[in-house]
């Protein structure tokens, strides 16, 4: 694809978890398809929601199904030449190489959308997510429900036995005991574990 030719960009959704992020990515790939454009639809291998497998289709039968990759090199190695839109599903997953990777689709005349969890368990900036959020042209964010209050909730609580999980633990945890339940910043809670101790001190 000659440079400049087209008029590529990046769009990043981001959001807590069951903020519909998902809902809304599938929105904009079938959108995509129906404007009849060639896509390509990635996925972390880290994620299992889809039971291994995630297919979009629209009403008038066009289908894409997403590609599993472990990281961006893998990614930039599965797109093909004349792929118009690129959709990159749990980029929160992916490491800080798709941020060159996306900006060098987006430079190729490519529509890049990029979803993903915006912070971690603690409030923090997930994985890439942060550089990803800076680089857009255009970014939504959206928002879930507490279940603690009601409000709109931004965060994502990790509860291990139904408690607060310590700040201490790993920020990406594969099928532990853990679960996560959205929350808004007053009712986030993440405990250090080393509390106790340093208020000793
Ligand atoms: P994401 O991809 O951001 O995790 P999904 O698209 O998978 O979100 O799921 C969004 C859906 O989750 C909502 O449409 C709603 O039906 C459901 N849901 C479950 N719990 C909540 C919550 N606490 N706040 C908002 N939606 C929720
Ligand atoms: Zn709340």
Known sequence: MRHGTRHGWIEV?????FSGKSEELMRRVRRALIAGRRVQLFKSHLDD???????????????????????????AEKIRPDTQVVAIDEAQFLDDGICEVIDVLADEGR???????DMDFRGEPFGPMGPLLARAERIDKLDAICVVCGDPAT???????????????????????????????????????????????
């Not at 959704?13 to 978890?17: H, W």
């Not at 009712?187 to 106790?196: G, I, K, L, N, Q």
């Open 13 to 17: 959704v981001a959001g807590v978890m």
């Open 49 to 75: 929601r889809y039971g291994g497998q995630f297919l979009i289709s629209s009403h008038d039968g066009r289908q894409v199904e997403a590609e599993p990759v472990s990281n961006s090199v893998q990614l």
């Open 155 to 201: 965060r994502s609580q990790r509860l291990i036995g139904g408690k607060p999980a310590p700040a201490e633990g790993p920020t990406i945890q594969v099928a532990g005991a853990e679960s996560y339940e959205a929350r808004c910043r007053r009712c986030h809670e993440v405990p250090a574990r080393d509390r106790a101790q340093r208020e000793l001190l």
């Open 111 to 117: 529509r890049v959308i990029v979803v993903g969890i």
